[in-house]
């Protein structure tokens, strides 16, 4: 039994945005048995440009259903069966969080049928809900509208069965394995229901009771699950299926996780760690002086010795960047690394260039832009607290850095008698300091809000 399932939101983030619309289709594996579709007011204003690829405007809203409203049709609807979406997790998320808001734990066996079309059918140029769509002749009726996704992926989801059949006409595990794969004989399955939604650190040890992996999740339930039902490579399998036991720290603060996710991988280091996340950081910007005295800047893959002075995970975000801060300080694009030539710069042969690449600008002028660039990349030279989220609504997080440097987290209670910055100070578990910390901190700080900074 399936519920398929589709929404539309104000945006892309669970957290932040709400449900606009929501279709549901009851499915018994042959047929559609039942179906609700409505508008909802997500009770904030629709962006224009989700208006724009949706159709759906504040005023078509203004008098539907609010969440709470249509929450309890939306248990009775999914109740006893298996969640299916494109793109699963997305709705998923939605979903759990306008419940979590109402005080209810919303918990369904989920199906994705973005991952099954590409173990079911491989090949296609592209699995999004349009393409595969148009690739298998599934004709959307409303596109980025609630029912017409929903209906186009009940279609996807029967021509995925029928592929998933054998001559006898049973499903493989690729369809009735919803929740959990093979897992160790020695996992306590009940202990998964009492792993929160929150962010923290998870830890896996195999039934010698070695620490085979650490990570780190915005949503511990949500990432030990994935794990638990990871079928995706051959090393994700072998690890899973080791796992005989899983413990966890909420944290509070997603910030707090990354740290200690990265110190506790260096200090354990998990046989199952090797690839450590700041290995996605493969990408660099560099400083340099050249032989005339300008300060250079440049971008490319980051070597063993090396030492950029700010990390990316891909080439285009570091290109951007140095575009961003040529463009800001009015900077030479021959000495940003951004055009390639023995002679000016092409903004020089059109005016924008002062002539630092060919000599027109003195060298003491250009610097003292390139230097207030560089700056942008220094992490800081000041003393402050980073105040974030913490483990429940009287708490909060802190983050102590001295003279720029890391100096470990704590934790205090916002509403102790006699609270002030010596509760900060006294909080904090001295931790060690190195360039990953760093490229954490400055990479957090700079995508994801906090709470405050504190200087002292």
């Not at 029912?147 to 279609?155: F, N, S």
Request: glycine share 8%; with cysteine.
């Amino acid at each position: 039994m399936y519920a398929i399932v589709d929404i539309e939101t104000t945006g892309g983030s669970s957290r932040i945005e709400k449900i606009t619309e929501i279709a549901i289709f009851q499915h018994d594996g042959e047929k559609i048995t039942g179906e609700f579709v409505t508008l909802v007011n997500p009770e904030r204003n629709i962006p224009y440009f989700i208006t724009n690829l949706t159709g759906i405007t504040n005023e078509m809203v203004e008098n539907a259903p609010r969440f709470f409203e249509v929450a309890r049709m939306i248990i009775d609807m999914t109740e006893g069966r298996t969640l299916v979406a494109h793109n699963a997790k997305f709705d998923y998320s939605f979903l759990r969080q306008e419940f979590k808001s109402l005080g209810y734990n919303f918990r369904r066996s989920l199906l994705d049928t973005v991952t099954l079309g590409r173990k079911l059918m491989p090949g296609h140029r592209s699995y999004s809900l349009g393409n595969i769509c148009n690739d298998l002749g599934i004709m959307i009726n409303g596109r980025h509208r609630a029912a017409g996704d929903a209906l186009a992926t009940v279609r996807l989801f029967e021509l995925l069965m029928e592929k998933d059949r054998d001559i006898n006409g049973r499903y493989s595990e690729q369809i009735r394995n919803t929740r959990l794969s093979k897992l160790n004989p020695k996992l306590d399955i009940s202990k998964l229901d009492s792993v929160p939604d929150e962010p923290g650190v998870y830890y896996f040890y195999n039934e010698k009771g070695d620490l085979i992996y650490i990570g780190k999740s915005r949503n511990l339930q949500q990432r030990i699950r994935t794990h638990l039902s990871n079928n995706s490579t051959n090393r994700a399998m072998e690890m899973r299926d080791l796992i005989a036991d899983i413990d966890w720290q909420v944290t509070g603060s997603e910030l707090i996780a990354l740290l200690m996710e990265s110190s506790e991988i260096k200090k354990n280091k998990p046989v199952y760690n090797r690839a450590q996340r700041q290995t996605g950081y493969q990408w660099g910007i560099f400083s340099f002086f050249d032989c005339n005295g300008y300060l250079n800047f440049s971008f490319g893959r980051i070597g063993i010795e090396d030492n950029p002075v700010s990390v990316f995970t891909g080439k285009e975000r570091a290109k951007a960047t140095l575009i961003s801060l040529a463009e800001k300080y009015g900077l030479c694009q021959k000495l940003t690394g951004l055009y390639e030539t023995n002679g000016p710069c092409f903004h020089y042969h059109v005016g924008i260039c002062r002539g630092a690449c060919c000599g027109k600008e003195p060298a003491d002028s250009y610097n003292e832009r390139a230097r207030k660039a560089a700056d942008e990349f220094v992490f800081t030279h000041r003393n402050f607290f980073i105040i974030d989220k913490g483990r429940d609504k009287e708490e909060r997080s802190a983050i102590k850095i001295v003279n720029g440097k890391y100096s470990g987290y704590g934790y205090f209670n916002i509403n102790e008698m006699g609270f002030g910055l010596t509760a900060v100070h006294d909080c904090i578990q001295s931790s060690a300091d190195n360039r990953d910390i760093h490229t954490i901190l400055k990479q957090y700080l700079r995508g994801f809000k906090i709470e405050k900074i504190i200087e002292f």
